[in-house]
């Protein structure tokens, strides 16, 4: 069975920094983009951080230069280093992985709550 876990995300300082794991098995990752998004109470979720197959990395504008997206593909993780963390960063976080062949196969780990307070 597919499955994404991702680690328990926390709470950090406005400035500070956190590091998202997410681990996967039941699939083949090496044949899935892995992405992270991220949502908050009343909104749709967003696309924070994708890496594709073949090792490119897409961000969005608002945390593009503060957060980093890196896959293991030994471990089978992702991973996402986030910088110069912000209020507004606040959000739960959920790891993604999706395969797009004849049939998209999507997968969705749990999320986990990240906050910035200080």
């Known amino acids: 069975q597919a499955q994404l876990v991702e680690s328990e995300g926390g709470l950090a300082q406005p400035g500070g920094s956190l590091r998202l794991s997410c681990a996967a098995s039941?699939?083949?990752?090496?044949?899935?983009?892995l992405a992270w998004y991220r949502q908050t109470p009343g909104n749709e979720r967003e696309l924070v951080a994708r890496?594709?197959?073949?090792?490119?990395?897409n961000y969005a504008d608002s945390v593009r230069g503060r957060f980093s997206i890196t896959r293991d593909v030994i471990k089978n993780m992702v991973f996402l280093q986030m910088n110069d963390l912000a209020p507004e960063d606040t959000a739960v976080y959920y790891c993604?992985?999706?395969?797009?062949?004849?049939?998209?196969?999507?997968?969705w780990g749990q999320g986990t709550q990240v906050t910035v307070s200080s």
């Open positions: 890496i594709d197959t073949g090792g490119y990395t």
């Open positions: 039941g699939f083949i990752f090496t044949w899935f983009d």
């Open positions: 993604n992985a999706v395969q797009h062949t004849a049939q998209t196969v999507q997968y």
